[in-house]
C-alpha cells in the first residue's frame, strides 16, 4: 500500500498500533526484574500484614481493661512467634512488627506507661480498640488485584511483589531491536574524515534510544549505498530482530536503495507523513520483524524514533496508552509554522501560576542534533498562516523533567 498523500502522524500511529502485536511472556527471578514490564496483573495471594503486628514499641493489653496495674508476663519480638495471651490484668512487652499476642487488642507505646519493677501503669487511659495495631491485611487483601499487567516494575512496584513474597515475575519479553546505519559518508566517530566524508551519528543515537525506551539492543552496523549489501545485510538482521531500524535511503534521491529494497522485500504500509521533521518514513513488515526506514538527518531520525518506533515498543511492551501523551503548553516567544506539523525540540517549565509554559530550543534546522540540547519535551506546531504568539496554547510532548523556571536566556 503505497501512497502519495502525506499521512498524518495521528493515522500513522494509528496503523503502528493495530500492526504491532504484543511480544510473549517470559519469567524472571524479582531480582532481576527492574524496570521490566509486567505481563499479567498481580493478584496478592497472601494478607499483608498476615498477622495483626504491633506499629510502635510498647506492651501489648487490652483497650478497656479496668485494672489499675498490669502485670509484665513477657515479651515479643520482631520475627518471633510468641504463644504469650493477654488477659485482663496483663500486658506483653512488645517491639515495632512484632505479632500482637492472643487477647490483646490494643498496643500502648512505651512513652505513655509509668514502668514499675514487673508491672506498668498506663497514664492515659483513653485507649482504644485497635490503638497502634496493623489488622491482618491492612495493606493488602488477600485476592486485591496490587499490579496491573503493562506496569513497569520500578523500586516501589518492586517492593510490592517482595512483601508479598513473589519469588518469579511474568514480564513481556523486550524487543530485540537492530540498528542499520546507510551512507557511503559516513565514518565510524574517532577516525579521521577524507573530503566529503560525515561521522555517523544516528547509530549510537538510536542504540541509547532503543536502550531507554527498555528495548534490548542486539546489533548495531553500517551498509554501504548498494542495493545488493542493503538487502543482504537486512536479510541477515531480521530473523534476529523484532524490530529493525534503518536511516538514510528513504527519500527519492539516486542512491536512496532502502526505499526500492523494502519495496521488494517488505509490506510497506506508509512511507511519506505530514510531519517536520521527517517527511520520508517508512513502515513496513518483514515476516514478524517491524521495520522502520527513518530518515537520514540525525534529527529527523530521532523524532521518527521518539514518536512512531517508542511506540511499536510501547505496543510490544504492552504498554497503554502506547502513543505520546500531550498537555497543553503556553508560549512565551514566537514561534514560527511551517506546512505540516512539526515537532519542535523544546524546552517546558512550571511557571510562578502553576501553568505550564514552553519555548522551543532555536534554530530548528533538521541536521542540527544540537536542538535537542537542553529539551525536555516536543512542540507540536499544527501548519498554519502565520507564527504563533506569546500567549498562544499549543500541544507539547513532555519527555524529561520539567523545570521550574524559564531557561535563562
Ligand atoms: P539520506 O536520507 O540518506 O539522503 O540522508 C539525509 C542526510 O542525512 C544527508 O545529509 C546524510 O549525509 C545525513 N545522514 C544520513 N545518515 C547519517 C548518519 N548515520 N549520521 C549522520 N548523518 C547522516
Ligand atoms: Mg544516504
Redesign the pocket.
Known amino acids: 500500500m503505497t501512497q502519495n498523500r502525506l499521512l498524518p502522524p495521528d493515522e500513522a500511529l494509528a496503523i503502528v498500533e493495530q500492526v504491532v502485536q504484543r511480544l510473549p511472556v517470559e519469567y524472571v527471578r524479582l531480582a532481576e526484574a527492574a524496570e521490566r514490564v509486567l505481563a499479567e496483573p498481580v493478584v496478592a495471594p497472601h494478607d499483608v500484614p498476615p498477622f495483626p503486628a504491633a506499629t510502635m514499641d510498647g506492651f501489648a493489653v487490652i483497650h478497656d481493661d479496668a485494672s489499675p496495674w498490669r502485670e509484665v508476663i513477657g515479651e515479643v519480638y520482631a520475627g518471633q512467634a510468641g504463644d504469650l495471651e493477654v488477659t485482663p490484668g496483663t500486658a506483653v512487652r512488645i517491639m515495632t512488627g512484632a505479632p500482637v499476642p492472643r487477647g490483646a487488642d490494643a498496643v500502648v507505646p512505651i512513652e505513655r506507661v509509668e514502668l514499675r519493677d514487673d508491672h506498668i501503669i498506663v497514664r492515659d487511659v483513653a485507649l482504644r480498640a485497635g490503638e497502634n495495631i496493623r489488622p491482618v491485611g491492612a495493606d493488602v487483601h488477600a485476592g486485591d488485584r496490587v499490579l496491573p499487567a503493562g506496569t513497569v516494575l520500578g523500586p516501589a512496584e518492586l517492593g510490592v511483589l517482595a512483601s508479598l513474597g513473589v519469588g518469579t515475575v511474568a514480564v513481556v519479553r523486550r524487543p530485540r531491536v537492530s540498528v542499520l546505519?546507510?551512507?557511503d559518508?559516513?565514518v565510524e566517530p574517532g577516525e579521521p574524515l577524507r573530503p566529503g566524508q560525515?561521522?555517523?551519528?544516528?547509530?549510537l543515537?538510536l542504540a541509547a534510544a532503543v536502550q531507554r525506551a527498555g528495548a534490548e539492543l542486539v546489533w548495531a552496523g553500517?551498509a554501504p549505498?548498494t542495493p545488493e549489501a542493503l538487502r543482504a545485510v537486512l536479510e541477515q538482521r531480521l530473523a534476529e530482530s523484532d524490530i529493525l531500524l534503518t536511516?538514510?535511503?528513504?527519500?527519492v534521491?539516486d542512491?536512496?536503495f532502502?526505499r526500492d529494497v523494502l519495496g521488494e522485500i517488505a509490506t510497506v504500509y506508509f512511507r511519506r507523513l505530514f510531519m517536520k521533521p521527517g517527511k520520508?518514513l517508512h513502515f513496513a513488515t518483514v515476516g514478524k520483524c517491524v521495520v522502520f526506514g527513518l530518515?537520514?538527518?540525525?534529527v529527523?531520525?530521532l523524532v521518527g524514533f521518539d514518536i512512531f518506533v517508542r511506540t511499536a515498543i510501547r505496543r510490544m511492551l504492552g504498554q497503554e496508552p502506547a502513543r505520546p501523551q500531550t498537555v497543553l503548553v503556553t508560549l512565551d516567544q514566537p514561534v514560527q509554522t511551517s506546512d505540516r506539523i512539526e515537532y519542535q525540540r523544546g524546552i517546558v517549565w512550571v511557571g510562578a501560576d502553576g501553568r505550564l509554559y514552553g519555548r522551543n530550543t532555536g534554530n530548528q534546522q533538521s541536521?542540527r542534533l544540537a536542538s535537542f540540547v537542553g529539551a525536555n519535551a516536543y512542540l507540536v506546531i499544527p501548519p498554519r498562516e502565520g507564527p504563533y504568539a506569546p500567549g498562544e496554547r499549543v500541544e507539547a510532548i513532555v519527555w524529561g523533567a520539567l523545570r521550574s523556571a524559564p531557561p535563562v536566556p
Do not use: C, K, Y
Open positions: 546505519t546507510t551512507g559518508e559516513l560525515i561521522w555517523d551519528s544516528n547509530r543515537v553500517r549505498d536511516t538514510g535511503g528513504v527519500s534521491g542512491r536512496d532502502v520520508p530518515p537520514g538527518n540525525p529527523s531520525a541536521s
